[in-house]
Structure formats: C-alpha cells, structure tokens
C-alpha cells in the first residue's frame, strides 16, 4: 500500500521544515470536513508548493478557486467516499490527466494574487500612497 509514503505531519510550525516537507510531496491532501477544522493559509503554502491538491468540499476550500484562472487550483472531493478520494488522489499525481493540465497554470494564478510575496508588495504600495498623501498636505 501506499502507507510508508503517507505523512500525517499536523501542525508545523517551522517553516523550514515545512518548505521541506511540502517541496518533497506529490500530492497535498486537505481533508477537513468542517470548515472550522481548515484554514486558507494551510491552502496558500500547499498552493504556494506548486504540487496537486486535494480538498475536502468544506467552504473555505474554496478561497482561492473564485475566479476562471483560479478554479482548477485545487479539487474538492467528499473525503468520507474512500474510493473517489482515493480515485482523485490517484488521478492528480498521475502525468497528463485533466487535472494536472489545467491545476499548475491555475495554482501560478492564486500564486501570483494570494502569495506572501505579492500581498506584502500590495500593502507595501498602499502605505507610500497613505504616506505620500499625508506628506502633500
């Protein structure tokens, strides 16, 4: 079975660490069935690893997936069927199936909106506007 290259890790809270583990995988899998137990920014760094992910179909899954560019970053799947997520696991870590075409073009997308890099760089703007206006009165 595929037990020895599953990694139940939890929570990580040494982002070192977690690069590491995240670079290494094939598949990211966000099973949470209720929309208290996932949060987007475990999505983000799942995203931000470029790698296929698989959620469950709780709401805030669906953060990033709001628009065309967006929707294919991730696949939602009722995670209490065991053979369809096993099925969508299956199909998104195997080359050149439909969810692999559209998901990295769609993934670059939330990169290029959501990621840590490109959220500083909008705030970073916003301030030395908010700063320029306060200085030409």
Do not use: M, W
């Given at each position: 079975g595929v037990q020895s290259r599953v990694i139940?890790?939890?929570?990580?809270?040494?982002?070192?660490k977690q690069a590491a583990i995240l670079?290494?995988?094939?598949?990211?899998?966000?099973?949470?069935?209720?929309?208290?137990q996932s949060g987007s920014a475990v999505l983000a760094d799942a995203l931000a690893h470029f790698r296929p992910v698989v959620t469950s179909t709780a709401k805030s899954m669906f953060v990033y997936r709001g628009s065309l560019d967006t929707v294919g970053s991730s696949v939602s799947?009722?995670?209490?069927?065991?053979?369809?997520?096993?099925?969508?696991?299956?199909s998104?870590?195997?080359?050149?199936?439909?969810?692999?075409?559209q998901m990295p073009r769609h993934q670059q997308a939330v990169y290029e909106?959501?990621?840590?890099?490109?959220?500083?760089?909008?705030?970073?703007?916003?301030?030395?506007?908010?700063?320029?206006?306060?200085?030409?009165?």
């Open positions: 139940y890790t939890g929570f990580i809270d040494d982002p070192e670079s290494q995988a094939d598949c990211f899998l966000l099973p949470y069935a209720e929309v208290g799947v009722d995670v209490t069927n065991a053979e369809l997520l096993a099925e969508t696991i299956a998104c870590v195997e080359p050149e199936t439909h969810h692999n075409l909106t959501y990621s840590l890099e490109r959220t500083q760089e909008r705030y970073q703007r916003v301030y030395a506007f908010a700063l320029s206006r306060k200085q030409n009165q």
